[in-house]
């Protein structure tokens, strides 16, 4: 069977992506780097600034990797949460970014209590209760999940009253001639990057092959307003090659019961007003 008939069942693509990760998780900064024309870090630090992260952020970020958008989002937030599927991702995370304030070394998996926390588990069954995050983020996840509508409502779940999400990920160009050129480069540095490193040229190869099966930009945003998300947007970068979504959860006006979270604890809205449109 071809890769991309592989990954274009959801189980078909479970199974692809939870082998996947478990094999480059030591090769990841370096493969990021590589098909990011090194801009990756410039990306993420847009991202950190477009979610405003504020002191009293409850941080959750998905698929976080080897922690880059997290530790930045922990060091301004009250609290921040990385959750990985591959459990070899998060002790890189670990490992690369101790010793530090939030979360020194030694640090075991989970973290003993303090800022920073660091779980294994899957983004279509989040570990979390309703509203318990302020702000999601993920880099390059969306595009991996085998049913992206029900991420995005486990997202929508987990976010408090008045939170917002934020995306970055590898964009469809609609332009045929660009989208073509595009992926042809992505397939012959990943097949190349591939062998070198793996002896499979297949490898990296899943990367453009997502492509051809992500909606692209306008499509994820369809999908994160049919969820519920409200004034959602989409930052275009590297002339539309990659790009971040944006998107807040309506602020709940009924009044405040036991248990409930505080206004002072709730996220920050995002930059421009929010659109009047609730959740159906």
Known sequence: MTLRATISTPEGKRRFVRRLFATIADRYDFITVVLSYGQDRRWKQRLIELAAVGPADRVLDLACGTGDLLYAAAARARSAVGLDLTHRMLQLARSRHAPSPLCPAPCPLPPT??????????????????????LVTTGYGLRNVPDLAGALREIYRVLASGGRFLSLDFNRPGNVFVRATYLAYLTLVGSLLGLVLHRDSSTYRYIPESIRLYPGAAGVARLMRDVGFTDVRVVSLLGGLMAIHMGGKLASTAPATVGAHRPETRGRPLPTARQARRRV
């Open 113 to 134: 209590p303090c800022r920073l926390f660091l779980v294994t588990a899957d983004m279509l069954a989040l570990p979390f209760d309703r509203a318990r995050f302020d």
